[in-house]
């Protein structure tokens, strides 16, 4: 009964990269600051195929409400000034020769609100993940204790382990969700 082939450490993993997920969708909303990673997910028609902006000039950020692109290849230019204005983040360019100056707008009070709600949308599909990993891990408990690897005490144990990891891992999605929001409504 000893045989215990239960992982928690994989569990813990892959709620993590729920996570971990759920904070690479919050660089990609915009705050009324400027960060590198807004234009992250912002992907550019290059040489007959689709790369990240990040591969065809450099971002940077001069000042807290501007964003910089130094575009390596003139003949890129446009396609990454398309790219941007397509993005959807609502974003101006400016073209400069090489570079292109993307001025961050201030939020109005009804775009903060409907980023809160994006970022609302993104933490429940984060918690969804979690919560679908917590299920995985308690039918593997269950499998285990039916084919008579698991004793009901170690069925117990190890499901009120992933429990409250399912709940610390919450607890982290929801902390990340007031901080982003905070940023948001950040005037």
Known sequence: MADTTFDIDDTERRMRGALQSLKQEFAGLRTGRATASLLEPIVVEAYGQSMPINQVGTIGVPEPRMLTVQVWDKGMISAVEKAIRSSGLGLNPNVDGMLIRLPIPELNQERRAELTKIAAK??????????????DAMDELKRLEKDSHMSQD??????????KLTDKVIGE???????????IMQV
């Open 122 to 135: 993104y933490t429940e599909q984060a918690r969804i993940a979690v919560r679908n990993v917590r299920r």
């Open 154 to 163: 170690d069925h117990k144990s190890w499901s009120e382990k992933v429990q």
């Open 173 to 183: 999605i929801d902390a990340a969700l007031a901080h982003k929001e905070a940023d």
